[in-house]
């Protein structure tokens, strides 16, 4: 079975017809799996929409292009007017009031295969108001995700999948423990609601879990969601370890794939696939090798 | 809406006037420009500001709520195309998204149309320029204005070019498809990316023919799949396909923003009249809303109403469960307003600064009738305009300021509404400026309503006297000290109504009974009626 086919069934089980796909970085092979994705769906004749929820890379400063995608009549796709191409022209369906550096986010489909710039709104708030838009005018949204941008995905039904890649971490440890904590945060259980619990309404930082640590806190720490869970690699494995961060709006994170090779250094892709697959617990593919790596 | 001179910030805080532009907003990005061109009508204007509002009176009971709301709906969704139609007049060649705008523009227009057509009030917006674009663009559209796709309908030459195109796409893709599978068929996988790792440990002799390593590692390599001659020359005639078909899709475009460009300028008078629908509509709204009738616009400087509301305070009661007493007016020149604490004084005189106001800008006035000059300037002076402590000035200080302000700019037509108006100074000399103050404005003559607790000002000014009723009764404290509680007993028995009086019939002062019913301790306040007695 394809990697594309065995992600799509795994997001699919269960979810509400939309996937993010969210990467630990940059280069973390987000495009590739949104493309094996994508394929699988249009393979089985889904009408697929696509937004993407991150940067800009022009804004990194690094000047290269967002990656194209090759994309087949009747998808629908969120793209901009500033980079929205003249050819092959596309059927555009609504321009929005959303504004990005790039113009105002518009609502195109398909007519022409070819290769394609999707991009998204700056904000979660813009982002869950182009989901629902996109929902109602496909069977699958899949959303291009950035680690930065998690707050898109609050109450969210949709499945999650974590990209993790070569480029993010000097070793593979390292960028496993990355990944490992980053589904961690996003895998925060559901709360108990008969059992005593602190509720954190804004971000739960570094700050207030070294107070609840220090406090010997045993309740529940109830946060809204998990993109509230502002903590990273050591600091995330160090709460969850010693806290019970729970969440109100659990997430469906349902597989984690890996990219080896990356523009700076290259990880052993079996043991790299390995490595995120043990950090993570989650069925792990390698969008590269097109297997699953463990 | 601009406040122009007609009236300072503070002034235009305290009688409602972001209230009213709030309540009076169109939607549209149209009707936002033409909104803000909108000035209040000045003295000799009167007719043009009795029609605008009998006009809005009219249109609000012409067009039924459901029409209006769906007027509204189109106008809060008809996207603004003045830029596309600049760019156009200059030689651009407009964007798919700019069509899908225009076609949208031009259809809601057309919507507008309809809904409006039988209401007698507006003339069609849709011009013979509106239709001409709308028709052009609309050329091989499967639905209703909610799409835009560059079609082949508008060009037999764009739709040949999108056949060779097709099929040169197709050519290539067949040749890399048939390179591609064999290549996976021999690394024994289902497909293969743009890039591919292929393990060292799993490959079975060499790496298959048209495999392009891109990199190399100890247990991997990482390839790309390599195009063959006939593939490459494929690929070749796809690109030059691709930019034909480009090329052929800019001449339409380029031929669609001709039409555009030489409509242009019928289409923005067409998009402005949509503006001053979307102002009109809006202030429709406002009317049906609020209960709104036309008021009579007076040469004289004048300003009467009945039952008239202050409807910033109105919304406000209402989210409390209370009902605002509708007042009586009728201010010919300076008077004199008296009235217990907490009975309304201010209230009347943001009514009479509300009504003057919407009249100024040929509103409807939420009244059952209301006749008002248009007045060079509307004024508030002393309670509520500066509420700071501190600084250089005192409050007495900055208050004769503002009436130096007044005096200097000298407007022909003067409204001045003044709520205790030196009532920081003593008694003695508060009540003195009082009188001078009248009399200055008798003398311009001004509509002044001026309110005070100091007694005699109107019989020493000459000026007439109007009167809060007041409290119908002392009502008893409850014991329930909570603020909403004390409020609505209170409530209950004021009568909160302004009848003009005579000297002898103003009212008493209430202070030491609210004073009580607000929760001051039984000591206190009996310590205070002993010194009244004194």
Redesign the interface.
């Known amino acids: 079975m394809r990697v594309g086919d065995e992600l799509l069934a795994l997001a699919k089980a269960g979810g509400d017809g939309t996937i993010f796909v969210v990467g630990i970085g940059r280069d973390a092979g987000k495009t590739t799996t949104v493309r094996a994705i994508y394929f699988a769906a249009v393979r089985k004749k889904l009408r697929v929409a696509l937004a993407s929820v991150g940067r800009d890379r022009g804004t990194l400063g690094d000047g290269a292009a967002k990656p194209r995608l090759w994309l087949s009549p009747g998808t629908c796709f969120v793209s901009a007017v500033g980079v929205l191409p003249q050819s092959p022209a596309c059927r555009v369906f609504r321009v929005s009031s959303l504004q990005t550096p790039s113009g105002n986010i518009l609502f195109a489909g398909v007519e022409t295969p070819g290769p394609y710039e999707v991009t998204g709104p700056p904000t979660a708030a813009g982002m869950r108001d182009v989901i629902a838009e996109l929902r109602e005018r496909s069977d699958l949204v899949i959303v291009d995700g950035a680690v930065d941008r998690v707050a898109a995905l609050a109450g969210t039904r949709g499945a999650v999948i974590v990209a993790a890649g070569a480029a993010d971490s000097a070793t593979v440890a390292e960028t496993a423990l990355d990944t490992g904590a980053l589904v961690a945060r996003l895998r925060v259980p559901g709360f108990d609601a008969e059992a005593p619990g602190i509720t954190v309404e804004n971000a739960l930082t570094e700050t207030l879990v070294g107070r609840f640590i220090a406090e010997r806190e045993s309740r529940q720490i109830v946060v809204n969601d998990p993109t509230q869970i502002a903590l990273r690699g050591r600091a995330a494995a160090e709460a969850f370890a010693r806290l019970r961060i729970r969440c109100r709006r659990p997430l469906r994170v349902v597989a984690a794939t890996v990219a080896s090779a990356a523009a700076e250094r290259q990880f052993e892709p079996v043991d790299f696939g390995t490595a995120v697959a043990n950090a993570t617990q989650l069925p792990t593919f390698d969008v590269y090798r097109g297997a699953r790596a463990a | 809406m601009r406040r122009s001179k007609l009236l300072d910030r503070p002034t235009a805080e305290l009688i409602g006037f972001s209230w009213l532009v709030d309540a009076v907003a169109p939607l549209s990005a149209y009707g936002e420009r033409s909104f803000s061109e909108v000035t209040p009508f000045l003295a000799g204007d009167e007719s043009a500001a009795r029609s605008r509002a009998r006009r809005i009176v009219e249109l609000a009971a012409a067009l039924d709520p459901g029409r209006l709301e769906a007027l509204r709906a189109l106008l809060r969704d008809v996207?603004d195309v003045a830029a596309a139609l600049a760019g156009a007049a200059i030689g651009d060649v407009l964007?798919?998204?700019a069509?899908?705008?225009l076609r949208r523009f031009c259809a809601t227009l057309a919507r507008v149309d309809s809904l409006v057509a039988d209401s007698g009030q507006f003339e069609p917006l849709c011009n013979a320029a509106v239709r001409g674009v709308g028709d052009a663009l609309a050329t091989g559209q499967r639905d209703d204005a909610?799409?835009?796709?560059?079609a082949d309908a508008f060009d037999d030459g764009l739709a040949v070019a999108?056949q060779r195109?097709?099929d040169a796409?197709a050519e290539f893709q067949a040749l890399r498809g048939r390179e591609e599978q064999r290549i996976a068929a021999a690394l024994d996988?289902?497909?293969?990316?743009?890039?591919?790792?292929?393990?060292r440990g799993e490959l079975r002799g060499d790496l298959p023919a048209g495999v392009h390593v891109i990199?190399e590692?100890?247990?991997?390599f990482?390839c790309r799949a390599q195009y063959d001659e006939a593939t490459v020359t494929a690929l070749q005639r796809r690109d030059a396909a691709?930019r034909s078909?480009?090329q052929a899709?800019?001449e339409v475009?380029a031929r669609l923003s001709v039409v555009v460009r030489e409509r242009a300028v019928e289409v923005s008078a067409a998009g402005a009249a949509l503006g001053e629908l979307d102002v009109l509509v809006a202030a429709a709204v406002y009317a049906r809303r609020h209960g709104c009738t036309a008021p009579d616009i007076s040469a004289e400087p004048t300003l009467e109403f009945e039952q008239a509301r202050f409807l910033p305070l109105e919304e406000q009661l209402a989210l409390a469960g209370r009902e605002f007493t509708a007042l009586d007016v009728r201010l010919d020149g300076a008077a004199v307003l008296t009235g217990p604490n907490m009975g309304g004084k201010s209230v009347c005189l943001q009514t009479c600064g509300f009504v003057a106001l919407c009249c100024a800008y040929g509103l409807p006035v939420p009244a059952t009738r209301a006749r008002a000059g248009l007045f060079d300037q509307i004024a508030w002076l002393g309670l509520g305009r500066d509420e700071r402590i501190g600084g250089l000035l005192s409050s007495f200080a900055r208050e004769v300021l503002a009436l130096k302000e007044v005096f200097e700019r000298a407007a022909p037509r003067l409204l001045l509404l003044g709520d205790e108006f030196a009532r920081t100074t003593t008694p003695h000399e508060g009540r003195a400026l009082l009188i001078a103050l009248l009399e200055r404005l008798r003398s311009r003559s001004a509509c002044a309503m001026l309110a005070t607790h100091l007694g005699g000002v109107a019989a020493a000014s000459g000026a007439r006297h109007f009167a809060v009723r007041g409290l119908r009764s002392i009502p008893q404290p409850s014991g329930d000290e909570r603020i909403e509680q004390v409020l609505a007993t209170l409530g209950a028995s004021m009568d909160y109504r302004v009848a003009e009086v005579g000297e002898a019939e103003s009212a008493t002062g209430d202070a030491i009974a609210l004073a009580d019913l607000l929760g001051l301790d039984r000591d206190f306040i009996a310590a205070a009626y002993r010194a009244v007695a004194q």
Not at chain 2, 146 to 150: A, K, R
Not at chain 2, 217 to 220: I, R, W
């Open positions: 996207p964007s798919d998204p069509f899908l705008e909610t799409s835009f796709y560059l999108r195109r097709a796409h996988r289902e497909d293969l990316g743009d890039e591919f790792i292929v393990m990199r590692a100890p247990t991997y990482l691709d078909a480009a899709e800019e475009r």
